[in-house]
């Protein structure tokens, strides 16, 4: 079972929707969890960051944890063509190991305009 | 501010050739990596540095040397390239690997 699953979608919605992207994972120990999103043929940027569980906002982007449920998310309100990417999940029991982050294998999302 | 800078970015090599990725970053960050990222597998990180003169294996370490002479440089070295060893490479820094990372734009590696 890998630690961190993502669905590789695509998922294709209109401009203007609410797009839910999601990932789950087994390791009940992670603590930091992060979405990049990536352009194509282009590396990843860090969109959100977030310690624990709970919600972070940033503009039009909301990152939520429920540890509970092992299940974090990355909300984006107005999606824009400019949104269309592939967002990854990444994820980590401990700061200053740098060998022990766990990438999910990224959800393709199209906005149609 | 350049941030995270590879060379080359395309490269087609033959069975059996060596060849290294280069990786510079400018922001003073301790933290390196190299990661490969293929289709349906995400990204695998190969090696990692935590500064300089340190280096350990990743989860894919086979066929590839790293070394860390300085804090700017992080090269990857494939020894005799395989066709298992297309993909894309990405370099990536950081200050604190808790925060993040600032990826490089990638390198595509070809290998027939």
């Known amino acids: 079972q890998k630690e961190v699953e993502q669905d590789p979608g695509p998922l294709s919605v209109p401009e203007g929707a609410i797009v839910s992207l999601n990932c789950t994972y087994s390791?009940?120990?992670?603590?930091?969890f992060m979405w990049y999103r990536q352009y194509s043929r282009k590396g990843p940027e860090l969109l959100m960051y977030?310690?624990?569980?709970g919600n972070k906002e940033d503009g039009r982007f909301t990152a939520q944890v429920d540890k509970s449920s092992k299940y974090i998310s990355l909300f984006i309100r107005d999606s824009q063509p400019s949104d269309s990417a592939t967002y990854l999940c990444?994820?980590?029991?401990?700061?200053?190991?740098?060998?022990?982050?766990?990438f999910g294998s990224g959800t393709k999302l199209n906005v149609k305009p | 501010n350049a941030g995270v800078t590879q060379t080359p970015k395309f490269q087609v090599l033959k069975t059996g050739q060596s060849m290294t990725l280069q990786c510079a970053q400018d922001?003073?960050?301790?933290?390196m990596s190299w990661y490969r990222q293929d289709p349906g597998m995400g990204l695998r990180l190969i090696h990692y540095?935590?500064?300089?003169?340190?280096?350990d294996q990743g989860e894919v370490p086979n066929g590839y040397n790293v070394s860390r002479s300085t804090t700017e440089d992080f090269p990857l070295r494939l020894l005799s390239a395989a066709p298992s060893q297309t993909s894309v490479y990405f370099c990536?820094?950081?200050?604190?690997?808790?925060?993040?990372?600032?990826f490089g734009s990638g390198t595509r590696l070809t290998v027939v």
């Open positions: 540095s935590v500064g300089a003169g340190i280096t």
């Open positions: 922001m003073n960050h301790e933290y």
């Open positions: 977030t310690y624990s569980s």
């Open positions: 390791n009940s120990a992670f603590q930091y």
């Open positions: 990444a994820m980590s029991g401990a700061p200053y190991n740098f060998n022990k982050f766990y």
């Open positions: 990536a820094s950081s200050q604190d690997s808790a925060y993040g990372y600032t």
